[in-house]
């Protein structure tokens, strides 16, 4: 998509936002970036891809609305009863692609994306429809352009700056999932909360 209008980027993370930046500047794209991410915990945590973003964000030059307080029971209420995948992440989505909707109508941005187009874990189909209900509902258009092939090439960027990058999605049960067999990495003396403290398990 060619534009020179501004767009409001949903940043997940500072490794995808990388992903997302070049491909945003070649077709145009005059980008403003949004952290509204409920769904990162616990508080370390959340606090460690916040300042991932605003380190990427100053560097890049990049206008960043960055909402940080600790959203933890927005992410609570935002999911309800729904504590297992798929549905889980499907309120999840809802919930930052609404925020982000919202901030674009309120602000006079005419459309939104989300760098959660860029990650091949997150489900593209489920994005696209809620980003679009979104989009219908406060006035502005959104960018479903499908950005997963640059998302190797937004980690590698982000380990060669140094910003933090994460090792599991993003609520507490991801966690959980990303960790429940590596209780012998914590025996041997290893910290498997650290970025690539060992090998990575499979994604969930
Ligand atoms: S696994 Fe990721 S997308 Fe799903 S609810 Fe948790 S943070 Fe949200």
Redesign the pocket.
Known sequence: MKTSEPTLVHACCAPCLCAFLDALHEEGHVPTALFHNP??HPLMEFRRRLKAVQALADRERLPLIAHDGYGLEEFLDA?GAQRA?PG??R???AMRLEATARVAAERGFPRFTSTLLASPQ?DRDALCDLGHAAARRHGVAFDDTDRRHVHDAGVERARRLSLYRQQY???I??EAERYRDTAVELYRGADPHLPHAGPAPKER
Do not use: L, P
Request: glycine content about 6%; proline content about 0%; overall charge positive.
């Open positions: 769904n990162i999911i995948r889980r992440c309120a999840c989505y997150q999605c993003g609520c049960f991801s």
